[in-house]
Structure formats: C-alpha cells, structure tokens
C-alpha cells in the first residue's frame, strides 16, 4: 500500500509542479487520483489486510490522500467553471458564497474536524474498520468516490474535510488574486514614465497574443481585467476591449497589422546593430 501511497505523491508532486492552467491541472489531478483510488481499491480485495492496526492506518492515512485531492480537485475544476466571467463584485461575491458552504459544511462537523485537528485516535476502531459501518451510517451531501465496499463510517468524511480545508485556501488565494488586479485596475497612474504609444487598437492585439500565447498566467485570464491593468500600467484608455477586438477581427487584410510590424521593426533593429 506504501508503495501506490509512493507513486501518487510522486505524480502529484509532478503535476502541481506543472506549469499548467489551473483547468488543466484540476482535470489531471482528478483522473490521476481516481485512477491511485482504483489501484488501492483493487490492492484491498487482493491481498486484505494483515490485522486491524493496518486497516486503520490505510483508511485513515493511505486512502485520505488521494481521496482528499479528489474533494479538492473536484471542487476547484467546478468553481472555476462557474466563476463569473465579467465584473470584480460577481467574481467576489460568488467566492465569498463558496466560503460560506464551506463553514457551514464545518459546522455540521463540528467534533469529527476537531477529532482530526486534535490528532485522535480513541475512535479509531470505530471510524476506519470496515465493520464500524455497523455503528455508524453517515449520510455525506457531498459524494466523490462511492463504494459502499470500499469505505469505513468516516473515511470519507475525513477525506472531505482535509480536502474542504485545501479548497478553502485555494479560495483565499483567489479572492486575494481578484483584489489585486481590482486595486490596480482602479488606480490611474498618471505621469508614469512609460506610455504606449501606439493606437488602442494595437494594445487589443498584443493583449490578445499574450493571453493565446500563454504568456501571462498561462493563458488563464479575463481580457477585461488584463486590459485594465495594460492601461493602468502604460497610462492608455480603452472603455470597451471587446468591441475594439471586434473591429480587429472584421479587417480584410493584415488582422493584425501591428503585431506584424513588431517582428520587422525586431529584425530591422538586429541588422542595423549588425552592420
């Protein structure tokens, strides 16, 4: 079992390393931890367990850590698909909605989360043995892994708050990430020492190559925030991005006449210094 503990950690260790968008990493995450859950699932009904010390300790030690990155995975993958995609105060208040289900959640464990912050062991015998199902029947409003042979009375509910608590600070960081760009897109700069000199038109089209290009954040942002912190940043104006795109992208020729002058000016520049 310590062994497919191992290599999970390892691959998960691998892709938070990753330099992919949070989407991307939250679809792998979950296929890689269903796939450690399915390994130790099949472990279990293969080779059992040698005594009940070691039943407890897979349950409440092995299986929580796949289980819990399941919860948190799935989680995040689900508020970044339903995150709004226009405006600071929506984007706050849905955060701060997700918060709150969150403490609720907590507050309906309330003694199971501070068994498991105070580092418990009494109820051991009881939460992670297979026949302490006997005793306990937990009716979890939050299902990621079921099977029902597969679970103790409270593995999965320790998985889930460990998990909750993970997507908890994900939240944080999120909200702070939003602030920040709300700060600085809030506050013009004036007098700052670097302009853009060129047309709006030609910052729509750099905004638009960073962000298909994965420059900035991976690719992963919001054009209207970015644009707001462009303008903020190199003292520009631009009150609507997307219908200005929209006038880049009705061009007949050269859709993107100032990026294509860029490289020529680059190239120009690089021969002259040559000569």
């Known amino acids: 079992m310590q062994q497919l503990l191992d290599s999970f950690e390892t691959d998960l260790q691998t892709l938070r390393g990753s330099k992919l968008s949070i989407m991307d990493e939250s679809k792998k995450g979950i296929h890689l931890c269903q796939k450690a859950l399915s390994e130790m699932r099949l472990a279990v009904y293969t080779n059992g367990f040698a005594n009940q010390e070691d039943e407890i300790h897979f349950f409440k030690h092995i299986k929580s850590k796949p289980l819990q990155y399941l919860v948190y995975y799935t989680e995040v993958r689900k508020c970044e698909l339903r995150l709004p995609q226009l405006g600071k105060k929506p984007k706050l208040r849905f955060l701060r909605e997700q918060r709150q289900r969150i403490n609720r959640f907590f507050s309906k464990h309330l003694e199971v989360r501070h068994y498991l912050l105070e580092g418990g062991k009494d109820m051991d015998a009881i939460y992670f043995l297979l026949n302490g199902r006997r005793y306990f029947s937990l009716r979890l409003d939050y299902h990621y892994?079921?099977?029902?042979?597969?679970?103790?009375?409270?593995?999965?509910?320790?998985?889930?708050?460990?998990?909750?608590?993970?997507?908890?600070?994900?939240?944080?960081?999120?909200?702070?990430?939003?602030?920040?760009?709300?700060?600085?897109?809030?506050?013009?700069?004036?007098?700052?020492?670097?302009?853009?000199?060129?047309?709006?038109?030609?910052?729509?089209e750099l905004i638009y190559a960073l962000r298909e290009a994965k420059a900035i954040n991976h690719g992963n942002f919001e054009i209207k925030a970015f644009t707001d912190f462009f303008c903020s940043t190199?003292?520009?104006?631009?009150?609507?991005?997307?219908?200005?795109?929209?006038?880049?992208?009705?061009?007949?020729k050269q859709r993107a006449k100032y990026l294509q002058q860029m490289p020529d000016a680059l190239l120009n520049f690089l021969d002259e210094r040559d000569a």
Do not use: C, W
Not at 151 to 158: A, G, M, N, R
Not at 234 to 252: C, T, V
């Open 145 to 204: 892994h079921q099977d029902t042979l597969f679970e103790t009375s409270h593995d999965v509910l320790f998985s889930t708050i460990q998990g909750m608590e993970r997507f908890g600070r994900y939240l944080m960081e999120k909200e702070q990430q939003i602030k920040k760009v709300l700060s600085i897109s809030g506050h013009r700069h004036i007098g700052t020492p670097f302009n853009f000199t060129l047309p709006p038109t030609a910052a729509m």
């Open 234 to 252: 190199f003292d520009i104006e631009i009150k609507d991005p997307y219908a200005l795109f929209g006038q880049i992208s009705n061009r007949k």
